[in-house]
């Protein structure tokens, strides 16, 4: 939690500095939401903004240093499965929050690791799931040729979701991800 509480905080920062030619004299152009994050990242004060670049470089090193020993590491992307969007709107109170969502992506976020985000499975819903490779820095290569293999040996990324559009545009009823007419099911 407190990577991912640094990484907001980064992030915030760092979208202030990225829309700093056009926030905030066109502020009404912008959504609440990112309003709200560059405003966040406007008022962080410099004695913050070191000490996340200290605990950034901190936490990178770190990751160094266990990613030396291997190519990459598999981790999930969510540590649970993607609620739909019924259950969202059905119980708002109990929805996730961003932390939780971002809980094992952030800190790569953070650390600036290389991360390739491939599908896994899908869940009793028929929605997606996915898991990343993290690799060294600089190493994307190792990222590449893992996601490769990976997908050479599953099925996951060839399903299309029924109720998804195609590409003539038209709306597919179902609601479940379905494999490809072409494919065998993974």
Known sequence: ?????NWAMMCAVETATAHAATYPSRAGEYGPELAGLINLGLNASPEKV???NVRRREFAAALETVLAD???MAIPTLPFPIPTIEQMVEDRDNAPD????LRFTAPFDFSGHPTLTLPNGMDRHGLPLSMQFVAANLREDVLIRFGGAYQAATRWHRLVPTDFVDDTCNTRDGGAFQP???EPTP
Not at 1 to 5: E, F, R, S
């Open 180 to 182: 490809a007419a072409t």
């Open 1 to 5: 939690d407190d990577l991912t509480a």
């Open 98 to 101: 961003t932390a939780d969502l």
């Open 70 to 72: 291997v190519d990459c």
């Open 50 to 52: 070191a000490a996340l």
